[in-house]
């Protein structure tokens, strides 16, 4: 099982993606699931301030070194290594989507690169200086000079929170896959919220059905304050 890793710049929603990815492993698989917080830029919306609730679904969260865990610092815990190195283990890692982010990824690099992983890279095209496909481009380089390991794919996960639209999913896709020829990689797969799947979902599948991509129903469980 390769290691998968999820970046994108800030408000990619790529930290909703993790949390999602690793709640749908745990529901189908007895094996161990672990979900590596490292994110350490200041984000509004960290996986391990769900550690409690993800452990009630048999997810183990992994951050910063013990007794750090809520510091903004790039702290090592020894148990991102345990859990990259334990090949039963579905490992999920939620990295920054800038140069700093991915050069503490960048410290696991050769262990990674020896367990095999997928580094899929989050757009919102809705969030500023992620509308154009070249300087999304240029970010993914960025962060593979600096993590030393490759973007093999692209997200396109392009949404305004509680206020969504087809709309957005159908203009977003078209970035992502901009992005992701400029890159030289294919979209993955498309991310919609179920509430908007369920109000518009027929309208999405049939819009996007020409670009041949999967689209993935995701909850919401990162909420902003004003929604919680």
Same mark, same amino acid.
């Given at each position: 099982?390769p ?5 994108g710049?800030?408000? $990619?929603?790529?930290?909703?993606l993790? /949390?999602n ?7 189908v698989s007895?094996? #161990? ?6 994110d350490i830029?200041?984000?509004?919306? #960290? %996986? ?14 992994? $951050?910063?070194a013990e007794?750090f865990e ?12 345990g859990?990259?190195?334990d090949?039963s283990?579905?490992v999920?890692?939620d990295v ?7 050069? /503490?990824l960048?410290?696991f ?5 020896? #367990?095999?992983?997928s580094?899929?890279y989050v757009?919102?095209?809705n969030?500023?200086?992620?509308d154009s496909a070249q300087?999304?481009?240029r ?5 593979e000079?600096? %993590?030393?390991l490759? /973007? ?8 305004t929170g509680?206020?969504s ?5 159908v203009?977003g896709?078209?970035?992502a896959e901009e ?6 990689v #294919?979209v993955?797969?498309a991310s /919609? %919220?179920?509430?908007l ?8 599948l049939?819009a996007? $059905? %020409?670009?041949?991509v999967?689209?993935?129903p ?5 909420l902003p304050?004003?929604?919680?």
């Open positions: 099982m290691v998968v890793i999820l970046t710049a800030y408000g $990619s929603g790529k930290t909703e993790a /949390v990815m690793a709640i749908q492993h745990a529901k007895d094996g #161990r699931t672990v979900l590596v917080d490292m830029t200041k984000p509004m919306f #960290r %996986s391990r301030d769900l550690r409690a609730e993800l452990a009630r679904l048999g997810i183990e969260v992994v $951050s910063g007794g809520m510091a903004d610092v790039p702290t090592i815990s020894p148990a991102i290594y859990a990259i190195e090949g283990a579905q999920f890692i920054a989507g800038d140069e700093r982010g991915a050069r /503490v960048g410290r690099s050769a262990v990674i690169a020896a #367990r095999g992983f580094m899929l757009i919102n095209a969030r500023p200086f992620c300087s999304l481009a970010s993914m380089k960025a962060i000079g600096a %993590s030393r490759a /973007v093999t794919g692209v997200v396109a996960n392009t949404n509680a206020e639209t087809s709309d957005d999913v203009a896709l078209k970035v992005a992701a020829q400029a890159h030289g #294919r993955e797969f /919609v %919220s179920y509430d799947m369920k109000e518009e979902g027929a309208g999405i049939a996007v $059905s %020409s670009h041949g999967e689209i993935r995701i909850s919401r469980y990162m304050p004003w929604e919680d």
